[in-house]
């Protein structure tokens, strides 16, 4: 390795060969380096399936590079020189190999980029440190939309990111005449659609021998790592991603918000593992999209559904994430402490759609948005779930939870304790909106119709109970006005019913 004077540090969710740091090193002079780390797999307990997919995601890129021409340092978990801290590894390979130089692409998690920014005056070397060019807008293009706005709402920024990059647009105007086709996707499950099964690979040499290593190393981690069939390469990310398109996209626009009994994956596209950690590229993702509709007469309301969730919300959570850190990870604005509910470990309670969507998440590291917002959220919501200990759940259990989208859709969407910053006003709701958007009330213990005791749903007078505990931050809502005033036209035993009930199951709870 004479010639090397460059070391080009790939992180584990930087696995795309056109990341930035890729495209400025000199592939004859530079060394790669990509590095397994016990302090990644368990700075928080991470879901055993997420750590399978990342370190055998990163085997498979580190092979990719070496047939490319790549000279890559693969430092496996069980190297026994692995320092498992992501900056010694690097002053290591800096040490080791003697390079004048060291390029890195800036991290997605602030945790991460305060390390990084440290290397400079550590390492003895020159550190560039690149922007991430894999997403639409830049951290700075995002503050310079946000600044001097009153209010940070994704639906404008979504208009811009359309105009910008001229996605469904017809000169000036959104295709269709109508910037957004959300109302035309909220159907309830309708159970004689065939849904398509997710495309599964089975596991190669490789991820078998990373699942054999978690299974041993981090037994005592949260999730089943059986059965796994995720895609590992960028290869076969692009097939799930056509999958999707072929035969998925055509319900998924009617159907996003359904939910059913034993089927996790509905209609969804299940890229999100993919597109954050690298393998999936969401400009591709959303031309791909984009010429569905285009080409091939797909709906344009689950097109256009579908290119808001990359375009819109995952391009607005990280914009927002930047301009709000470090302090938007200690916000709780609604003072909320309550300790998670063992069921949330193991799925065991007799609230059906609670039992449901902890279930498959355990199972498979996934849930579909509206069962982490309206099921999983909702319940934490109204609860008063600490935000502390709920973000730090959602990026243990889901394989595609990085900080820098978990933490706004978290602390922002499912519990409101940014106070506004993300969301006009609390996603909270009774258990009748679960029981439109799902089966899941016809085979529960609890009777969504009855509204306070013991065999009432809990989410029907936690709702109440949660308006009543949070009047004072809350009345003043405009979009919370009327159930302030029902609230208040209730008689005083009604509510002491509701109040009554709550604390019950609150007591019974903790």
Known sequence: MSNISQLCVILGDQLSADISSLKMANKQECLVLLAELQDEASYVKHHKKKIVLVLSAMRHFAQTLQAQGWQVRYVTLDDPQNTHNFTDEVARAVAEVKVDEVLVTQAGEYRLQQQIDSWQSSLGCTVRCLQDDRFFASIDDFAHWADGRKQLRMEYFYRTMRQKHNILMEAEHPVGGQWNYDHDNRKPPDKSVPIPPPLRFAPDQITSEVISLVASRFADHFGDIDPFFMAVTSEQAEQVLQHFITERLVNFGQYQDAMLTDEPFMFHAHIGFY????????????????????????????????????????????????????????????????????????????????????????????????????????????????????????????????????????????????????????????????????????????????????????????????????????????????????????????????????????????
Request: hydrophobic fraction near 40%; charge should be neutral.
């Open 275 to 510: 597109l954050n950690c690298g393998l999936l590229s969401p400009v591709e993702a959303v031309r791909q999209a984009e010429r569905a509709y285009m080409e091939a007469g797909a709906p344009l309301n689950a097109v256009e559904g579908f290119i808001r969730q990359i375009l819109g919300w995952r391009e607005y959570v990280r914009g927002l994430y930047w301009y709000h850190m470090p302090d938007y990870k200690s916000l709780n604005f609604l003072s909320a402490t309550h300790d998670l509910p063992a069921f949330f470990w193991n799925g065991n309670t007799d609230m059906h759609c609670l039992s449901q969507s902890i279930g498959q998440t355990q199972k498979y590291a996934y849930a579909h948005h509206i069962q982490r917002l309206m099921v999983i959220g909702n319940f934490a919501l109204l609860t008063g779930l600490s935000p502390e200990q709920v973000n730090e759940w959602y990026l243990i259990v889901y394989a595609d939870a990085y900080e820098w989208v978990e933490l706004p859709n978290v602390s922002g969407m499912v519990l409101y304790a940014d106070g506004g910053i993300m969301a006009s006003k609390p996603y909270a709701a009774g258990g009748s909106y679960i029981d439109r958007m799902s089966d899941y009330c016809r085979s529960c213990r609890y009777k969504v119709k009855l509204k306070t005791g013991d065999d009432a749903c809990p989410f029907n007078y936690l709702y109440w109970y949660f308006l009543d505990k949070n009047s004072e931050l809350l009345a003043n809502n405009p979009r919370m006005g009327m159930m302030y005033r029902t609230w208040a036209k209730m008689s005083d035993d009604r509510k002491y019913e509701i109040r009554n009930s709550a604390n019950k199951f609150l007591r019974n709870m903790s």
